[in-house]
């Protein structure tokens, strides 16, 4: 099945240091998501894109639909341990609804 | 709230075998949407219901199915298994009105392990 290319693949930081990371396609979207998902449950929403362009924040995450409508990157700052987990972007296409393509996931963890 | 529940979390069947889960949408969500979870496809999207009827298919055998009641509750069932077939099984839910979709919300799974 299709999925979308993700980077990094897995990060290692020191609790306090900010973190980016980026998806990108082939194909344009109409709508950018971004999911966290801890062992054992099921992905939980953290920030919806909707315009090309625009720039969301949700406490220290930040996320940014890019402008050729492709890619989509998601800024964590001051990160804390509780951050740990795996952070999936989907993309969906026009007219497509809830039928989203997921990226590959990023590994986060933090050390204390 | 109630979020979007799953059950049961946790299955073991045998290949041949088939096998029925079920999914509660938030309540007022009418959408209701199946993904598969494995390490190596990562998530993959297996059908959307909506008002009962299915809106959106993805690329899976005809093995895999679904349903939608009039309480927007959904099942989705897996005849004749295979050990591929063992990942983790998501609902997720929506609010559609119109135009608008909400972005999906999701249930923490339910574990399939097919021996």
């Known amino acids: 099945g299709q999925q979308l290319n993700q980077s990094p693949q897995s990060m290692f930081i020191q609790e306090g240091e900010d973190v980016s990371m980026n998806c990108t396609s082939s194909s344009i979207f109409n709508t950018w998501l971004w999911y966290k998902q801890d062992p054992g449950e099921g992905p939980v929403l953290l920030i919806a894109l909707y315009k090309a362009g625009e720039l969301t924040s949700n406490g220290r995450l930040t996320a940014q639909f890019g402008i050729t409508r492709k890619d989509s990157f998601l800024n964590i700052s001051a990160s804390i341990p509780s951050d740990v987990g795996i952070y999936f972007c989907?993309?969906?296409?026009?007219?497509?609804?809830?039928?989203?393509?997921f990226g590959t996931g990023t590994l986060l963890a933090v050390q204390p | 709230k109630a979020g979007v529940t799953q059950t049961p979390r946790y299955l073991i069947k045998t290949r041949g075998q088939q096998v029925t889960l079920s999914c509660s949408p938030i309540s007022g969500h009418r959408s209701v949407s199946w993904y598969q979870q494995t390490p190596g496809q990562g998530l993959q999207f297996l059908f959307e219901y909506f008002s009962e009827t299915q809106r959106n298919k993805g690329n899976f055998p005809g093995r895999f199915s679904g349903r939608q009641f009039s309480n927007s509750r959904s099942e989705m069932n897996v005849s004749t298994l295979e050990l591929g077939d063992s990942a983790l099984y998501l609902c997720a839910s929506s609010f559609r009105d119109g135009s608008y979709n909400s972005p999906l919300h999701f249930g923490n799974g339910t574990r399939l392990t097919v021996t």
């Open positions: 989907a993309g969906q296409l026009f007219g497509a609804t809830n039928k989203l393509i």
